[in-house]
């Protein structure tokens, strides 16, 4: 009977025990798209300013950076796969403590409501290249190249916001990245290249 139950215990627990093992290009991009919905949620309650939502933003192109370095060979290690996740697991905790700190946004201020916008527009491109990945429409390779575009968008969102405001202009800069990272997730994930 014991032995049962360790068996049992083994099975369930087994893919848990270690991260990197369980660790895909997928699965980076999905936690990229969890933290920066967790990000743009900030600013919208307004547990978030502005200036807050950007040193997020400066973390989360160090997150792509590192992606991005990772999948350069095509492969994910499961050491590479582990940074990555213990960069998630700070960020994450990052967030956290910037929520539940006393310094509040105002969600109806434009500043915010720019930084939303463009939070918003990460998670969409995040999704599509995360999609790419799932369905084979985008090598580890292109997914590396992209990660690296999403840093530099992430970079000029932080740049942008680390005064605690965005105006029209920072903001017209950022979506002209985005509009150029937007062209070439969907020239890769149409190229016909594959696996």
């Known amino acids: 009977m014991k032995l049962r139950q360790t068996t049992i215990a083994f099975i369930l627990l087994a893919p848990f025990s270690s991260p990197a093992f369980a660790q895909s290009v997928g699965t980076e991009v999905q936690r990229d798209i969890n933290q920066e919905t967790r990000i743009e949620q900030g600013p919208k309650s307004g547990q978030l300013s502005t200036g807050e939502a950007a040193r997020l933003e400066r973390g989360e192109a160090r997150i792509d950076r590192m992606e991005s370095n990772a999948l350069k060979d095509g492969t994910l290690s499961p050491q590479e ?8 697991n700070r960020e994450s905790a990052r967030i956290n403590k910037l929520e539940s700190n006393a310094v509040t946004g105002d969600p109806n201020s434009p500043s915010s409501q720019r930084m939303q916008a463009d939070v918003q527009r990460n998670i969409n491109q995040q999704s599509r290249i995360e999609q790419g990945v799932q369905s084979g429409a985008l090598t580890n390779k292109e997914a590396s190249k992209l990660e690296r575009g999403q840093a530099r968008v992430d970079r000029s969102e932080a740049r942008a916001g680390s005064d605690g405001r965005i105006g029209p202009r920072e903001q017209a800069r950022t979506q002209h990245q985005e509009n150029t990272q937007s ?10 290249r594959t696996r």
């Not at 796969?81 to 998630?88: H, K, L």
């Not at 020239?187 to 016909?192: E, Q, S, V």
């Open 81 to 88: 796969a582990a940074r990555i996740q213990g960069a998630q």
């Open 183 to 192: 062209k070439q997730i969907f020239r890769d994930k149409h190229n016909r």
